[in-house]
């Protein structure tokens, strides 16, 4: 069962256009949320998080939105470049367990 | 830095072998993962360990094994490969130390390939 939904699978953007990937949860016991980034050829690795206890944060090109009442969130990439170009996959996690349950990913493209 | 190392960038493996997936970690990460990845199915969690010699299932573990004899290694056994296996594999570390909670450091991973 699949308990973070993410869209679209695939993205091709213009370079200087913002990038919009989305996911939706279904427990609402979920209570950290990251954005992983994958280079090919490379594991993943940690980009963003948000805690629900919060709308959005920013970091550089980078925001997380977050909607506690729809159960969904999004990742926004201002002013994306073609070294953005990448894997984007969003998570989530329960309290302590340690465990991240993966969305499924989104391969975007950056065109120059 | 923390560095997960893993044994192999790619493999071929023939059906019904027995296949071993090492992984490493030099950060002292009392947490690892093995995942697969295939498109469209994002990372599946196989099996996680918290401490040495402890393991727990994950989503998918039907077809795999796990061996972690001590903290810094986590291995992952095919105990008879078969073409549904043919996937990336990633392994990852974590601590409860580590100041943005939940943060998982992957390895590049290994691309198995079962004939």
């Known amino acids: 069962q699949q308990q973070v939904k993410q869209s679209p699978q695939s993205l091709i953007v213009q370079k200087g256009g913002i990038s919009i990937i989305n996911c939706a949860y279904e427990?609402?016991?979920?209570?950290?949320f990251p954005w992983y980034q994958q280079f090919p050829g490379k594991g993943p690795a940690l980009l963003i998080a948000?805690?629900?206890?919060?709308s959005e944060k920013k970091e550089g090109r980078f925001t997380i939105s977050f909607n506690k009442s729809a159960k969904q969130f999004s990742l926004h990439i201002m002013d994306s470049q073609p070294g953005d170009s990448a894997t984007y996959f969003c998570?989530?996690?329960?309290?302590?367990?340690?465990?991240?349950?993966f969305g499924s990913g989104t391969q975007l493209t950056v065109l120059p | 830095d923390v560095k997960v190392t893993q044994s192999s960038r790619y493999l071929v493996k023939r059906t019904g072998e027995k296949v071993f997936l090492e992984c490493v970690q030099d950060?002292?990460?009392?947490?690892m993962f093995w995942y697969r990845q295939d498109p469209g199915l994002g990372l599946r969690l196989i099996y996680f360990?918290?401490?040495?010699?402890?393991?727990e299932k994950g989503d998918i573990p039907e077809g795999y094994s796990v061996s972690r004899e001590k903290k810094e290694r986590f291995s992952l056994i095919l105990e008879s490969a078969s073409t549904n296996q043919t996937s990336m594999y990633l392994c990852?570390?974590?601590?409860?130390?580590?100041?943005?909670?939940?943060?998982?450091?992957f390895g590049p991973g290994t691309r198995l390939t079962v004939l």
């Open positions: 360990s918290y401490d040495v010699k402890m393991k």
């Open positions: 998570a989530a996690s329960v309290g302590s367990a340690r465990q991240l349950t």
């Open positions: 950060m002292d990460h009392e947490n």
């Open positions: 948000i805690r629900p206890d919060v």
């Open positions: 427990n609402t016991a979920f209570d950290y």
């Open positions: 990852a570390s974590s601590t409860l130390k580590d100041r943005v909670r939940d943060t998982q450091y």
